[in-house]
């Protein structure tokens, strides 16, 4: 039995991961620290938690807040965790941490991404960068499984087109220019904070692109589909808002190889993600949505080919809580202990 | 280790119940039997369920179909279950049926509901009625437990009025007579079927009473309040369809009797419902929703008097497919079998 | 041809009333008066009205907003249109103030609601009340039209209410005491300002009783329904949120008197509101929701009785941004120019 | 004065037209004729339109359904109109039908379309297609106006892609292979008729990319996209559907043609759309949604150049059932009557 400690615990990320690690037979979790509703039951804010999890929220300065724990979820703003991790480490936790401190693992990736975003560029503790591990088990399981100590959990956008596109950029089924990731994401992703664009009568009836000029997840998306091409590559990027609370579909669009077809890149595809107990490849005449994976860990790819145009096209489906960031960080705990990777996981979601 | 049939496996209550037995620990599904998607997996049509439950729907026909579980679920339309219970009776099987067929332990009682319905009041199995139980644990456990082998399942209406409305009656905090109940109910409760009422474009921005001369659930509430009561009594019951899927709140009013406080009646309903697993009483300052017991068998009750006007009024909130469906079915389950009455069901919902 | 000013033009009241005022023949928008996007054209904030209304937003104390309107137009918190109505006066204006400003027109009835909604008790300008007239045309038409200077616009509950009310009380169709209304309304009746309450996620997909110790609309109401009683009355009123923008559905419940039946009740209904332009009643067979007075100035009312019970039930639906708020507004406006009254109102809305 | 028969009233289309016919100064309604509600006021069906349009339904074949109008909408499924517009047509009446029977004004373009949809590829009427013209003003607008009888009104989702591409493809400011069209619909673009898909808790959370193989619209928008082009090209297009009414956003890729910038392509599409009424182009840091058009007869283009990987890149709002139907209907119709354009199209939508 390991023991948890999650900061940030009062935003969707970390309610996510206690919902998670209450159905987790190897964790308990020992504290619960975050800068709102402190001295309070985290069912408080959170009802529905009421009698499974009333353990009291503690400032970050509290003594209870900086006691040792086994694993330490970090479910805070870009530059918080930097800040926090050095100190976690020293009292043995391995740590995950949700924003973009840690994923990148050199001080020039992490200031390329922080531009976009309009923050400082220096990392405060370029130090830890080289030990830390991309935490997408599907391309970095064997990196993630040996004595990593710091990972740094990918952005709910980069979870779903980097899944999608890595065996057509890997096995060369596109070409390494002009991929499209066009992406929809509902509205949870952009989490608790109170926004005028996520006020419910803005909302409840709009769907629109945003931040046309640059989402900074593009930074993670470019680095990993570059490293499985062997080459430099850019993407255009849109990001998009439709009334809904879970969920991210990205529609990817490659310029098909010569040779490929929708018999082939199926193939590879099944071949890529044959072992992978969390994706699961779809030809293009399955009748899937974002509800199919609602509340589950499990990325569905829909993957076909425009024979007509000759282009490549996958749809992905996540729940961007989830795979996009809750489920993703338990699957990354699990593989850093050594438990199955799907213990806690290994459920459908519910329907309707 | 029990094995389970469900019958009507691929409407909302079937699907509801097999996505509980899946995590119960003490149960395997045996055998999944409907009268569409026959011959292909549950997962067909509903893909969430992938990888988790492929087993093969069974026509009720078919040989499978009839060989003898432990327990059967009946998820099936008013006049179905009927016909086929002694059948499953005689082969061992306890059977907890989700329609009005085995609610009313006497045939005057059915023909009454079934009036309200305009279906034929003369039911198909009147021995079986003297067997059945009314399956509203909070009311009945005892008789639940006694080797019961039929239980009537309770509508969701009902289930979440009498629950909100049994302590008051029982200790006569309320007048019996002017009871009303408000109850506004998402549109999961009305099945899978397709309604012109249901239809996305119609319904993503209405609201609506409905169903204004009478509604069948009435009965059941009507029975079990006034079997608290000590006398016969009768409610106003409105029926009002809000865009949502899961959730039923119902506000239920009275005349307070006379003494009767904010205090008495808050400590009433706490002592009524000390020891339940599933229903929590808040007092009137509680911030509750429908969306805190989404996903959960949990009915949440805030309790208080108007005390202005002299009047009672209680909020009950359950998820109509849970406590008020498939979650009562496994609860039920849990007793006749003497399990623990919380397996299977002892998990916060999640949230967002 | 009038002029109309528009205080507070940059929240859902003043845009509800610009969008109507563009409609109407006899209006012109002369200015729009805000504390937010000052110096901006109105348009930037709500693109719908690019090419319609792009007039530039005014800070309160610039010259043109200060410059003397036939028609002023407050939508205003509470405790504002008091403060500056008597300078629109000495322009010439006449004025409608959307708060409760002007719903009293005595000191001691502004006192009772004030308190209420924790505000200070004083009134600031209370010469003016008694000049002030409450501004629902189906009960004080007489006195809007005779040479009234303020109008104080009623609260959006306290229409749906009153209306759904008026002629039983008046008729004396129920008894005076245990009226009981429950009111669910969309989100868009608590305006612009962000709430956590309102943020999507937490919204989409949850309905809840709030301020369940008692809502300010209930003096209005209480006044109204008491002068057309003849005698004090108190009621009991629900506050409920669902996930919708626009609509308000009050379920109303009375004890039937003595002698009235469901053909006596729907014939008083219809004598009453025979001749008003905006309110049409229904028996209890008709199916109708909110969506269908959406974007309209109607008030549907299905009447019955629940005769098993002996208990009256009306069910009163309004789009709470129109009948509930700038489409009274433009009513009352028609009446004190004399404008025919359904003058800019008289439009089906869109479907779906 | 000119009088309108709607052919198909009873579906969203035609109930759309109504809604716009109620509010034009130069037509009345004449007839409307459907094949359900026979014999009963349309507001019967649709109570928003009680005091309104309480017109009496016809048969098709109903002696009142056959008499001569000047203009005929219809509002019909694929192969109904061209069954019909020839009998209209020798009335004296001037045809516009919704559906793909006179969007290609040769068969061959006919069978192409015809068979992505699997139906018989003969047209009924060959003789009349030379004759008919494709209902798109802001491309047609000469061929509109000069003595055409008959419009074929153009899909939704043409709308969308053809506005949004037509001035690059044209300005040869992008390639024109690769083109890719994402398109995102609203769910009443499916009309009214019940499906799985669009029951209220199969969408309410989710959305999801279908048709894969095909979408028959793909024929009209790479015909007018060619013809600007003088070369014939194919476009890469995916349907996506979203939980909203109204609504379509089409996010439209190209790869940039050398020397083409952010201000090159955003000053040739403000040329482009300098004249007309109803297109707005805006920059990319444009903060607007589906829900600025809703409600109107708008297409707002929000034009940009992805800069880091040379491509371009618009996202095209519109109402589907305005722009994207009835509101085109309507504007074709001013049109070849000699109306002013905007006529009866001339308003803002509602927010929110």
Aim: charged share 20%.
């Amino acid at each position: 039995m390991i023991r948890a400690k999650v900061i940030g615990a009062t935003g969707y990320g970390g309610v996510g991961i206690c919902e998670l690690l209450l159905q987790h037979p190897e964790v308990t979790i020992g504290a619960l620290v975050a800068i709102e509703n402190v001295g309070k039951p985290l069912s408080d804010s959170y009802p529905h938690l009421a009698g499974h999890l009333d353990t009291i929220v503690q400032s970050p300065n509290a003594t209870d807040a900086q006691s040792p724990h086994d694993v330490v979820f970090m479910s805070t703003p870009d530059r918080v965790g930097m800040k926090l991790a050095q100190a976690e480490l020293e009292k043995g936790a391995k740590v995950i941490d949700y924003s973009g401190d840690f994923r990148f693992n050199d001080a020039d990736g992490y200031a390329d991404y922080a531009a976009r975003l309009g923050l400082e560029t220096q990392h405060a503790a370029p130090d830890l960068l080289p030990q830390s591990v991309y935490g997408l088990p599907e391309l970095h399981r064997q990196d993630i499984r040996k004595a990593t100590r710091i990972i740094g959990n990918p952005g709910c956008f980069a979870v779903s087109c980097t899944l999608g596109l890595a065996p057509a950029v890997q096995a060369k089924l596109i070409e390494t220019q002009g991929i499209i990731c066009d992406c929809k994401t509902a509205i949870s992703g952009a989490g608790k904070k109170l926004q005028a664009a996520f006020h419910y009568p803005a909302r409840y009836e709009n769907m629109n692109a945003y931040r046309l000029s640059g989402h900074q997840h593009v930074c993670e998306i470019e680095r990993e589909l570059g490293r499985l091409a062997g080459t430099a590559l850019k993407i255009t990027f849109t990001a998009q808002a439709v009334p809904m609370c879970r969920g991210i579909m990205s529609t990817l669009y490659g310029t098909l190889a010569a040779g490929q077809t929708q018999a082939s890149v199926l193939a590879a595809y099944r071949e890529f993600y044959h072992d992978e107990p969390f994706v699961r490849v779809y030809d293009h005449s399955a009748a899937l949505g974002t509800i199919h994976v609602r509340g589950t860990n499990r990325c569905n790819l829909v993957v076909g080919v425009d024979e007509r145009a000759g282009r490549f096209r996958v749809v992905s489906y996540i729940d961007n809580l989830m795979k996009g960031q809750a489920g993703s960080a338990l699957q990354n705990m699990n593989i850093l202990f050594g438990f199955p990777e799907t213990t806690g996981l290994d459920r459908a979601g519910t329907y309707p």
